[in-house]
């Protein structure tokens, strides 16, 4: 009987490591597929006026620290509000894209 209980054990420690693994296999792809989001500096000049407004608008208090854009021009803007860093997407219209 012992046998059984221990050879049970093992089987299920066995299968829940396998369990695991595909978790953690998952979050490696998502990293990969943001880290291919490429974002290309640019000087605040250059954003749309749109993507300035809504910026002026929505966050008052906020510094403009560094914007970049990518080849579907959507703009990442890093900005900081009380101290804190933040970074937020919109596209070329001003809309605001939430990002997971």
Do not use: R
Not at 31 to 39: K, N, P, R
Not at 70 to 76: D, L, Q
């Amino acid at each position: 009987m012992k046998k059984v209980v221990l050879t049970a054990a093992i089987v299920l420690g066995g299968l829940s490591t396998f369990a695991s693994s595909a978790f953690a296999m998952n979050q490696t792809d998502k990293v990969i597929m943001t880290a291919q989001e490429e974002f290309k500096e640019v000087k605040v000049e250059e954003l749309p006026q749109a993507v300035k407004d809504a910026l002026a608008k929505d966050f008052k208090a906020a510094t403009l620290d560094k914007a970049s854009v990518n080849a579907k021009e959507i703009y990442k803007l890093e900005i900081t509000v009380d101290g804190k860093a933040y970074a937020v997407h919109a596209d070329k219209d001003g809309n605001w894209i939430k990002k997971d």
